[in-house]
Nanobody, 115 residues
């Protein structure tokens, strides 16, 4: 089992920044893939960004150049730095990890971007 605790969501104005954190109960070195998904009202959950144990990153086209995924191995924490936020970034953001082909999800954190 892997527990994920997210933090950092909130209300921000268009063009602002937020940094999400996801603390894991397991060593990051044992996690195959870490990432962030989001789900807006009435829409399907979508991948925002992912980071493999080998350091490979993947971003949704809509956030490329604005969002950055990173990790702190010592803190067993994965981050999502979100800059130049837009109203369409408003959603519940979920931390997601894969350990030995098993998916784990955080409880979600709300991000609201107001104009």
């Amino acid at each position: 089992q892997v527990q994920l605790v997210e933090s950092g969501g909130g209300l921000v104005q268009t063009g602002g920044s937020l940094k999400l954190s996801c603390a894991t109960s397991r060593s990051i070195f044992s996690i195959d893939v870490m990432g962030w998904y989001r789900q807006a009202p009435g829409k399907q959950r979508e991948l925002v960004a992912s980071l493999t144990s080998g350091g490979r990153t993947n971003y949704a086209d809509s956030v490329k150049g604005r969002f950055t995924i990173s990790r702190d191995n010592a803190k067993n924490t994965v981050y999502l730095q979100m800059n130049s936020l837009k109203s369409e970034d408003t959603a519940v953001y979920y931390c997601h990890v894969v350990v030995h082909w098993v998916d784990y999800w955080g409880q979600g954190t709300q991000v609201t971007v107001s104009s």
